[in-house]
């Protein structure tokens, strides 16, 4: 028995680690990233085809959020470099979405099942974000800039002009449009083969 307990809890943490889900090899290609998660890239042609949001655009904020991880969350803070205390925020996920903005998303869509550690429910969470953000603050889907600030500072904050005062934001806000024209660019030359279906 001693030797078997071990053992099972050996197993357990291999099938644990086995069920998640490991971030793309080459996260700068949007074509090596569905080639590597081909039903990534199913996922986020749903969310394009629901709610309107290019997938470049979405990927690129994605990107910028997570890094595609999974699990990614706002770093654990300290008291006197010690004594944790807790995290800035509750962002959680792909999408480093809070609490209560994902309770809203769920509640909105009825889909009280997501999750932030779901690919499919993260890029469909984006596209629903971005949607309101056109309807509530006039941004188009495809501007990555202006869809990014909204979705850093929220609908409130981005009619304030709060990344006003956040110097160092507006520069990751082009960082995410440089990368979503890239993605845009790439996608141009492998949709024909994502979209095919052997693949």
Aim: aromatic share 14%; with cysteine; hydrophobic share 35%.
């Amino acid at each position: 028995m001693t030797k078997v307990l071990p053992l099972l809890l050996l197993l357990s943490l291999t099938l644990l680690s086995a069920c998640a889900t490991t971030p793309p090899r080459q996260p700068e290609d949007i074509c090596e990233i569905f080639r590597e998660k081909s039903d990534w890239y199913d996922d986020a042609e749903d969310a394009t085809e629901r709610w309107g949001t290019p997938m470049h655009v979405s990927m690129a904020m994605m990107y910028q959020e997570s890094s595609f991880r999974e699990d990614a969350r706002p770093p654990m803070q300290y008291f006197l470099w010690i004594i944790p205390i807790g995290r800035a925020s509750t962002a959680y996920g792909y999408a480093q979405v809070k609490d209560e903005t994902w309770e809203d998303y769920q509640n909105e869509t009825d889909n009280g099942w997501a999750d932030r550690d779901d690919f499919a429910d993260a890029i469909d969470f984006m596209g629903w974000y971005t949607n309101k953000s056109q309807q509530l603050n006039g941004v188009s889907k495809w501007d990555a800039y202006n869809q990014y600030l909204n979705y850093h500072e929220g609908w409130g904050g981005f009619r304030r002009g709060t990344y006003l005062q956040k110097s160092w934001l507006p520069p990751v806000a082009r960082k995410v449009e440089a990368r979503s024209k890239r993605y845009a660019m790439q996608l141009h030359g492998c949709k024909d083969e994502l979209s095919s279906s052997w693949f």
